[in-house]
């Protein structure tokens, strides 16, 4: 077959949980990977740069070429012989910023655009991507941006809900060098916790909805953002996150670990950079960062 037109996606950066907000919170972030895709008649080649340059599979076994298969599956159109795909990445990898949601939101955006439209509703690419993720907390806000809300329907079905933040909201990621699977962070949650945390944690998800998005005032935000429910049990796997944690919040930040870890996510205001600054060691690469609110985006390049 000849070479298909190439789409190009860019996809955000997430940060979920955002502290009492498990599995149901999530905030898309101004740092994106680029994907230009294409269909061929050949073999499947991946060329990438950036985040993960090195050591991601580069050919069948690169996530967005697998997200692209399940949606042309989903699809019931032809699988083509290959795919070509040339990834930018700025997106880190196991940091808890979502690259793993980025990717599969790119590959099944990519797919859709390149079969036609009408072929995928924006419903049914939400269910697809969370259905390889494990749950909607991070594809949610990539596809859509701002602040969402996910939840699943009885028999699996996830949904959400879009808000947009204020504007005084400044996320600043600190991302450490080291790496921590999803996988691990998750297994050390308790099967069941206690009444009283959950109910905490269900008032502070309340307040952190109402705090990013019309009360951004730091006393506000610092109580939004207790948890009680994940961080202190994932502790033991990335300790100098924790610690992090304790020590930003001691000193009147806001701060949540983001994601399943290790990175942090701060809540700045102007005159408080110079305050996360001084409680950040060298380990960690400080990245102010905009809220993304526009989600993820497709085009072809005629029309860039």
């Not at 399940?70 to 795909?85: D, E, H, K, S, T």
């Not at 939840?151 to 990621?173: C, F, N, Q, T, Y």
């Not at 691990?184 to 952190?208: E, Q, S, T, W």
Request: proline fraction near 8%; aromatic fraction near 2%.
């Amino acid at each position: 077959m000849p070479q298909s037109p190439t789409v190009v996606v860019r996809v955000p950066a997430t940060s979920a949980n955002l502290g009492p907000g498990f599995d149901t919170l999530g905030l898309a972030l101004g740092l994106y990977d680029e994907v230009e895709a294409s269909l061929t008649g050949t073999d499947t080649e991946v060329e990438v740069t950036g985040e993960g340059a090195g050591d991601l599979d580069l050919g069948e076994g690169h996530l967005i070429v697998a997200a692209m298969r399940r949606a042309f599956g989903a699809m019931g159109v032809p699988q083509p012989a290959g795919i070509r795909l040339r990834c930018r990445n700025r997106i880190p990898h196991a940091r808890g910023l979502g690259s793993s949601s980025a990717a599969i939101c790119a590959g099944l955006l990519a797919a859709r655009a390149l079969a036609g439209p009408g072929m995928l509703s924006d419903d049914d690419v939400f269910a697809l991507a969370t259905a390889m993720e494990g749950h909607p907390d991070n594809v949610a806000p990539c596809l859509a941006g701002g602040l969402t809300i996910a939840w699943s329907e009885p028999g699996g079905a996830p949904r959400m809900v879009k808000l947009r933040p204020h504007a005084e909201i400044r996320p600043v990621a600190l991302i450490p060098s080291h790496r921590l699977s999803t996988e691990v962070a998750r297994g050390l949650l308790p099967k069941d916790v206690p009444h009283a945390d959950a109910a905490a944690n269900a008032g502070r998800a309340a307040l952190l909805v109402a705090a990013v998005t019309s009360r951004p005032e730091t006393p506000v935000l610092l109580a939004a953002t207790e948890d009680r429910l994940h961080q202190h049990y994932r502790a033991p796997a990335m300790p100098q996150t924790a610690e992090l944690v304790e020590r930003l919040r001691a000193a009147g930040v806001p701060a949540v670990v983001s994601g399943a870890g290790p990175t942090v996510l701060a809540f700045s205001t102007a005159d408080a950079q110079d305050l996360i600054a001084s409680k950040v060691g060298n380990d960690w690469h400080i990245q102010p960062l905009d809220v993304d609110t526009d989600g993820a985006s497709v085009q072809f390049p005629e029309t860039r």
